[in-house]
Protein backbone atom coordinates (compact mmCIF):
# COMPACT_ATOMS: atom_id res chain seq x y z
CA UNK A 1 0.00 0.00 0.00
CA UNK A 2 1.70 2.97 -1.01
CA UNK A 3 0.56 6.44 -1.15
CA UNK A 4 1.90 10.04 -2.75
CA UNK A 5 0.55 13.28 -1.86
CA UNK A 6 1.35 16.42 -4.21
CA UNK A 7 -0.10 19.83 -4.96
CA UNK A 8 1.54 21.80 -2.65
CA UNK A 9 2.61 25.11 -2.59
CA UNK A 10 2.87 28.84 -1.93
CA UNK A 11 -0.07 30.09 -2.16
CA UNK A 12 -1.26 33.88 -0.47
CA UNK A 13 -4.31 34.37 1.93
CA UNK A 14 -7.44 33.70 0.30
CA UNK A 15 -5.98 31.59 -2.46
CA UNK A 16 -6.55 27.52 -3.56
CA UNK A 17 -4.84 24.65 -3.78
CA UNK A 18 -5.99 21.42 -4.77
CA UNK A 19 -4.22 18.60 -3.04
CA UNK A 20 -3.94 15.21 -4.67
CA UNK A 21 -3.29 11.56 -3.09
CA UNK A 22 -2.35 8.98 -5.63
CA UNK A 23 -2.70 5.44 -4.70
CA UNK A 24 -0.52 2.39 -6.17
CA UNK A 25 0.00 -0.61 -5.31
CA UNK A 26 -3.97 -1.35 -4.06
CA UNK A 27 -7.29 -0.27 -5.37
CA UNK A 28 -8.23 2.65 -3.23
CA UNK A 29 -12.06 1.77 -3.76
CA UNK A 30 -11.18 -0.73 -0.89
CA UNK A 31 -10.34 1.80 1.71
CA UNK A 32 -11.50 4.99 3.56
CA UNK A 33 -8.83 8.04 3.20
CA UNK A 34 -7.73 10.78 5.83
CA UNK A 35 -5.39 14.19 5.07
CA UNK A 36 -3.95 14.91 8.12
CA UNK A 37 -1.34 18.43 8.83
CA UNK A 38 1.58 19.12 10.81
CA UNK A 39 2.20 22.86 11.36
CA UNK A 40 5.72 23.51 12.28
CA UNK A 41 6.14 23.19 15.97
CA UNK A 42 2.70 21.47 16.82
CA UNK A 43 1.01 18.17 16.60
CA UNK A 44 -0.14 16.31 13.99
CA UNK A 45 -3.87 17.29 13.17
CA UNK A 46 -6.67 15.26 11.00
CA UNK A 47 -8.16 17.57 8.82
CA UNK A 48 -10.25 16.13 6.61
CA UNK A 49 -11.54 12.52 5.80
CA UNK A 50 -13.87 10.27 3.31
CA UNK A 51 -15.03 6.81 2.70
CA UNK A 52 -14.79 4.18 0.28
CA UNK A 53 -18.01 5.20 -1.44
CA UNK A 54 -17.41 8.89 -1.04
CA UNK A 55 -20.76 9.54 0.24
CA UNK A 56 -19.79 10.08 3.98
CA UNK A 57 -17.00 13.04 4.87
CA UNK A 58 -16.01 14.73 7.82
CA UNK A 59 -13.60 17.69 8.69
CA UNK A 60 -11.88 19.51 11.65
CA UNK A 61 -14.02 22.50 12.75
CA UNK A 62 -11.32 24.84 11.27
CA UNK A 63 -11.83 23.44 7.45
CA UNK A 64 -15.61 23.10 7.36
CA UNK A 65 -16.87 25.34 4.70
CA UNK A 66 -13.41 26.25 3.59
CA UNK A 67 -12.21 22.09 2.36
CA UNK A 68 -13.74 19.65 -0.16
CA UNK A 69 -12.07 16.32 0.12
CA UNK A 70 -13.66 13.81 -2.97
CA UNK A 71 -12.16 11.29 -4.61
CA UNK A 72 -12.30 9.01 -8.23
CA UNK A 73 -11.63 5.75 -7.47
CA UNK A 74 -11.65 5.38 -11.69
CA UNK A 75 -7.94 7.35 -11.19
CA UNK A 76 -6.97 5.95 -7.88
CA UNK A 77 -6.95 9.47 -6.51
CA UNK A 78 -8.29 11.33 -3.36
CA UNK A 79 -8.52 15.19 -3.34
CA UNK A 80 -8.23 17.93 -1.00
CA UNK A 81 -9.74 21.13 -2.74
CA UNK A 82 -8.57 24.09 -0.03
CA UNK A 83 -10.08 27.20 -0.62
CA UNK A 84 -9.84 31.09 1.24
CA UNK A 85 -6.30 29.55 2.71
CA UNK A 86 -5.17 31.24 5.60
CA UNK A 87 -2.12 31.56 7.10
CA UNK A 88 -2.57 29.31 9.72
CA UNK A 89 -3.37 26.71 7.27
CA UNK A 90 0.72 26.33 6.61
CA UNK A 91 1.61 23.03 7.32
CA UNK A 92 2.94 19.78 5.68
CA UNK A 93 -0.27 18.03 4.67
CA UNK A 94 -0.13 13.78 4.24
CA UNK A 95 -2.63 11.23 3.25
CA UNK A 96 -3.61 8.58 5.46
CA UNK A 97 -5.20 4.75 5.37
CA UNK A 98 -5.47 1.73 6.87
CA UNK A 99 -7.54 -1.41 6.13
CA UNK A 100 -8.94 -1.45 9.27
CA UNK A 101 -10.00 2.09 10.08
CA UNK A 102 -13.18 3.53 9.61
CA UNK A 103 -13.46 7.29 8.26
CA UNK A 104 -15.00 9.38 9.11
CA UNK A 105 -16.22 7.76 12.67
CA UNK A 106 -16.16 8.87 16.07
CA UNK A 107 -12.60 10.10 16.81
CA UNK A 108 -11.26 9.01 13.48
CA UNK A 109 -8.43 12.00 14.11
CA UNK A 110 -7.48 9.73 17.13
CA UNK A 111 -7.30 5.95 15.01
CA UNK A 112 -4.43 3.79 13.78
CA UNK A 113 -3.29 4.71 10.12
CA UNK A 114 -0.93 2.29 9.17
CA UNK A 115 -0.07 3.94 5.68
CA UNK A 116 0.98 7.62 4.96
CA UNK A 117 1.79 9.50 2.35
CA UNK A 118 5.17 10.84 2.10
CA UNK A 119 3.65 14.82 2.39
CA UNK A 120 3.06 17.99 0.86
CA UNK A 121 3.97 21.18 1.90
CA UNK A 122 1.34 24.15 2.18
CA UNK A 123 2.17 27.51 2.69
CA UNK A 124 0.04 30.46 2.95
CA UNK A 125 1.94 34.40 3.04
CA UNK A 126 1.48 36.60 1.22
Known amino acids: VQLQASGGGLVQPGGSLRLSCAAS????????IAWFRQAPGKEREGVSCINRSGGGTDYVDSARGRFTISRDNAKNTVFLQMNSLKPEDTAVYFCATDRWTQCPSENWQYRYFASWGQGTLVTVSS
Open 25 to 32: GFTLDDYD
